[in-house]
């Protein structure tokens, strides 16, 4: 049996795998993409979070050195992050290493951490009653909306500090390069139009 590997890979300009993330990464924000179009918001926001999870393992794991665990969770991630110390020793990678700069430490503490408290509200919610009169099934899922697309607003501002710590630590470009996180006219224009933005769990209760 092989074993599969624990770590997350890095690219190091020789073998496939940057190409691989690329198109795997396109081909999961299209699917997301499609899925908020038909409304099937259960759907694109696992998506979604697998795909930001990514690009945070990406921007951290890269720039404070450290090998990030393809089981690590959120919590751990964010813990890495909100530590912001390089290690001195870490795995193979490109570029110097850096801490990260105070406008992204607070990214990742208040919005990143914030929509995987929305995402977990709302997945483990759906089916929970919390008192007489509550939201009726039809209405929980029709506020997925806003918390699928608050998390494609997450993962592209997540994708540009990525590009941006790439850039400064001469890290080479970001798996996403040059459009795996090109918008459809559906969502770029559902997100132009978007009113409500939640921020934390209790935006989606009544």
Do not use: C
């Amino acid at each position: 049996m092989t074993k599969r590997p624990s770590s997350r890979p890095k690219a190091d300009g020789k073998s496939p795998i940057g190409l691989q993330r690329y198109a795997l990464l396109k081909a999961a924000f299209q699917h997301a993409q499609r899925a908020i179009e038909e409304e099937r918001y259960l759907e694109a926001i696992p998506v979604l979070e697998s795909i930001i999870l990514d690009r945070l393992s990406s921007l951290v794991g890269g720039s404070l050195n450290h090998d990030i665990d393809l089981k690590w969770t959120i919590g751990r991630i964010h813990e890495l992050a909100t530590k912001n110390a390089v290690r001195p020793n870490g795995g193979p990678g490109r570029g110097t290493k850096t801490r990260l700069p105070a406008d992204i430490v607070s990214f990742i503490d208040k919005d990143v951490r914030g929509w995987f408290d929305l995402r977990n509200h709302a997945i483990h919610g759906m089916a929970k009653l919390r008192r007489v009169g509550d939201d009726t099934f039809a209405q929980r899922y029709a506020k997925l909306g806003a918390v699928a697309l608050t998390g494609v607003r997450v993962l592209l501002q997540l994708d540009r500090f990525d590009a941006r710590q790439k850039e400064a630590n001469r890290a080479g470009l970001s798996a996403t390069f040059p459009d795996a996180l090109g918008l459809t006219p559906q969502v770029e224009s559902l997100l132009s139009g978007q009113t409500n933005v939640p921020t934390k769990p209790t935006s989606l209760l009544t």
